[in-house]
């Protein structure tokens, strides 16, 4: 996975990493945690500059998110949770982890989308509320953006300084970011045939 992923970076370059941050914050196929990480280590390499990917990868998962933000936002809470009901299983998003994090954005105001962009497991989920609570384009996008510059520069970061590490690491690397991808998948069909089961109980 790991000469799968740096590959594909290679060929298309910080167009590849853009595109690959706007899928994964619109339905993860591969999470930002494995992507940044290599695009930082062919950084490193030379494949492109540091300041590009931080600049492209930011601003792609910035565009990633304002799909469920302006789909939220425009259709309203009840409209959004029966969207849910219909399609959330294939989303793997439900009715009530959509109501849990507008309780979330109404605890902690527009400083949860700046934190939640910070948390792997909210990162998408807290575009949901901020639209539907009427948060204000600009606000939105100032505080997701920062969140995720900040997300984007650990973890590019840390594939920076991998590349002098690399013959120490390559070993564990690859099968390590397989299976971190092959679990993902897992949990995706898990879901879904949980949530399928729930709506035939229903």
């Known amino acids: 996975m790991f000469d799968f992923i740096t590959g594909w970076i290679e060929q298309g370059g910080l167009l590849a990493v853009g595109l690959l941050m706007i899928l994964e914050n619109v339905f993860p196929p ?76 109404h605890r902690y105001g527009p400083a949860a989308v700046f934190l939640g962009r910070l948390v792997p497991t909210a990162r998408t989920l807290i575009s949901v509320p901020a639209g539907l609570s009427g948060m204000s384009f600009p606000s939105f996008l100032a505080y997701t953006a920062a969140g995720s510059a900040i997300w984007i520069a650990l973890l590019a970061g840390a594939g920076y300084l991998l590349e002098d590490n690399y013959a120490a690491v390559e070993h564990w690397v690859n099968p390590v970011s397989t299976l971190v991808v092959v679990l993902i998948v897992g949990l995706y069909l898990y879901r879904v045939a949980r949530g399928l089961l729930r709506r035939r109980r229903a």
């Open 30 to 105: 591969i999470p930002s945690e494995l992507i940044v990480p290599l695009a930082g280590f062919k950084a490193a390499e030379g494949t492109f500059s540091l300041t590009g990917l931080l600049i492209v990868a930011t601003l792609g998962s910035v565009l990633g998110t304002l799909f469920w933000y302006a789909l939220a936002r425009l259709w309203g809470r009840e409209r959004f949770l029966r969207f849910l009901d219909r399609h959330g299983v294939w989303l793997t998003m439900s009715r009530e982890e959509a109501i849990d994090a507008m309780d979330w954005f």
